[in-house]
């Protein structure tokens, strides 16, 4: 791990940095990526941005978005690789994985725990709701001016992570910045209607769907939810529209832990898992090769839907006594 300061030394003396985010791209990876990539190029740096996924067509308002080169990286005189909100490679994607041996290069800024990422800088603090904190903090050091572009980005990357706020991951920090970026021109009313105001119809046919599947275990302390392929091909969905189904066993009252369990193809499982106040998400994940943060994690098995689901289940049933 370094400090604040080496990072932002060696993020100052890149000429021309190449910027990514992680796969499955969300609020946090997309606002960090576009705010540290506007600021740079303010800088007068050579920036280039790059997703190995799709993004979601809710982020098509940022501020920068159509820059981003999804699937491919163009061809270029890279001298650093930056990674924000991801300090795994598995969560790079195949595309991008092998900028980290032909970059010179690699540069971490995240907030997941994580004790050996995989940078030659590496500067994460899991303390912070987002990324997008982080970011803000090195665009300060850089003594980058955050016009309306650049807040936008970081108040997107900031109100996603903490849940609106909402989140125990929440600090008055977290709050300090925020009000620092609505006085810089966020309009929080118009972004709060286009992060939480409106979904796409297949995302609602999804949590019609999913919703079918809720169930509870016994002592009431776990809720679950899954989707089959079959489903999500049946309802014309994607990837984005998955975003935010966890929520709803979550909002069980009662429940301390929630899981959603989602078929992938190459007889996989991705499942995602989010904790109330007392259970370490980011342990259990990491029984079955995943991580994250202590409150929302995940991971992906391989097996079939049902087999998995019960597997997990029995390791989550372990954390609760009289389950
Ligand atoms: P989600 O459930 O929204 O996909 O992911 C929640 C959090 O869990 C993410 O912020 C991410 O850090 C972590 N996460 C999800 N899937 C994986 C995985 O397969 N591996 C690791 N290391 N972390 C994951
Ligand atoms: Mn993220
Ligand atoms: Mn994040």
């Known amino acids: 791990m370094n400090d604040f300061i080496e990072v932002a ?20 990876s997309l606002g960090s990526l576009l705010a540290l990539g506007l600021g740079l190029k303010s800088m007068g740096k050579e920036v280039t941005m790059v997703s190995s996924d799709p993004i979601p067509e809710l982020y098509n308002f940022l501020p920068g978005v159509e820059n981003i080169h999804v699937g491919n990286v163009p061809t270029g005189n890279y001298d650093m690789l930056i990674v924000v909100d991801c300090s ?8 991008l994985l092998p900028l980290v041996d032909t970059v010179s290069t690699v540069v971490i800024i995240d907030h997941h725990v994580n004790e050996s990422p995989f940078g030659q800088y590496n500067y994460i603090n899991s303390r912070v709701a987002a990324t997008g904190e982080l970011i803000m903090d090195f665009l300060d050091y850089l003594k980058v001016k955050l016009n309306q572009d650049i807040a936008t980005n ?20 977290t709050h300090q910045k925020a009000s620092r970026l609505v006085e810089c021109g966020v309009s929080v009313a118009r972004l709060s209607n286009l992060i939480f105001g409106e979904q796409p119809i297949e995302s609602l046919r999804l949590l ?68 109330k106040y007392q259970v370490d ?8 090769g995943g991580g994250g ?6 991971c992906t098995v391989e097996g079939e839907l049902s087999q998995v689901q019960a597997m997990v289940l029995a390791e989550a049933k ?6």
């Open 9 to 28: 030394e060696a993020i100052k003396n890149s000429r021309s940095p190449v910027l990514c985010g992680h796969v499955m791209p969300d609020g946090d």
């Open 154 to 173: 970081l108040y997107t990357a900031i109100v996603t992570d903490s849940g609106s706020f909402r989140y125990e991951n929440t600090t008055p920090e």
């Open 293 to 298: 943060h202590v409150r929302a994690s995940g």
């Open 88 to 95: 795994v490679p598995e969560r790079l994607g195949d595309t």
């Open 281 to 288: 998400v980011n342990r259990l994940a990491r029984v079955f």
């Open 208 to 275: 019609q769907a999913a919703l079918n599947t809720l169930e509870v275990c016994e002592c009431g302390k776990i809720a679950w939810m899954s989707m089959t392929m079959e489903k999500i091909q049946e309802i014309g969905a994607t990837d984005q529209h998955l975003e935010g189904l966890i929520n709803y066993p979550r909002k069980v009252k009662g429940v301390e832990l929630a899981i959603m369990f989602r078929e992938m193809v190459g007889g996989k499982v991705k499942v995602s898992f989010r904790s």
């Open 318 to 323: 372990k954390l609760f006594r009289g389950c």
